[in-house]
Antibody
């Protein structure tokens, strides 16, 4: 059974930091490009960023709204991806999902985690 | 960024009847390899999105054949031939032709 399990969400004050984890099982993690997507009631689904695989140099890219504040990393030995979030703002409040696609052209995002809730509030 | 526009916003349906959802993109999603980089997802209540249709018209593994996707370029349609109670939820279209990945605003399907 394929599972992506996010953890690390919670309540944090504006300006604070949080690190989310995404533990993957049931598929070849090393072949998977990992995306982070967030969801709010007001803005719907918003892509946050992604990290590619080792053959593609673990390349990362981010949405403009989080660039310079968020960092995606991965540990293939642990089948886990991470989202480090710094300088958090109230507008970063959302459900955060990790999801994956096989790192080849044309492959869709096919598996999603259950999400972890991040609330940024004083 | 590519803007994805879905309609309708809400779709009340009668079990056993057909249903149709449209999605329009602000740019063509047809790539030089002949594929439309366009997908449909269903988010059931309390769950994360699940892949229904990929590359415009291909059903994902385990998806019932009452679901079908069509369209090319900028205009796409998801059809449910006979709606069942388990089909309720919010349907999203998504493009991954170029970053950032972008999603439609969603269509909420509910039983009348």
């Amino acid at each position: 059974e394929v599972q992506l399990v996010e953890s690390g969400g919670g309540l944090v004050q504006p300006g604070g930091s949080l690190k989310l984890s995404c533990a993957v099982s049931g598929l070849r993690f090393s072949d998977s490009a990992i995306q982070w997507v967030r969801q709010t009631a007001g803005k719907g689904l918003e892509w946050v960023g992604r990290i590619k695989t080792k053959p593609r140099n673990y390349a990362t890219i981010y949405a403009a709204s989080v660039k310079g504040r968020f960092t995606i990393s991965r540990d293939d030995s642990e089948n886990t991806a991470y989202l480090q979030m710094n300088s958090l703002r109230t507008e970063d409040t959302a459900m955060y999902y990790c999801c994956r696609r096989i790192d080849t052209p044309g492959s869709p995002v096919d598996y999603w985690g259950q999400g972890t809730l991040v609330t940024v509030s004083s | 960024d590519i803007v994805m526009t879905q309609s309708p916003l809400s779709l009340p349906v009668t079990p056993g009847e057909p249903a149709s959802i449209s999605c329009t993109s602000s740019q063509s999603l047809l790539y030089s390899d002949g594929y439309n980089y366009f997908h449909w997802y269903l988010q059931k209540p309390g769950q994360s999105p699940q892949l229904l249709i990929y590359l415009g018209s291909n059903r994902a593994s385990g998806v019932p054949d009452r679901f079908s996707g069509s369209g090319s370029g900028t205009d796409f349609t998801l059809k449910i031939s006979r709606v069942e109670a388990e089909d309720v939820g919010v349907y999203y279209c998504m493009q991954d032709l170029q970053l950032p990945l972008t999603f439609g605003g969603g269509t909420k399907v509910e039983i009348k």
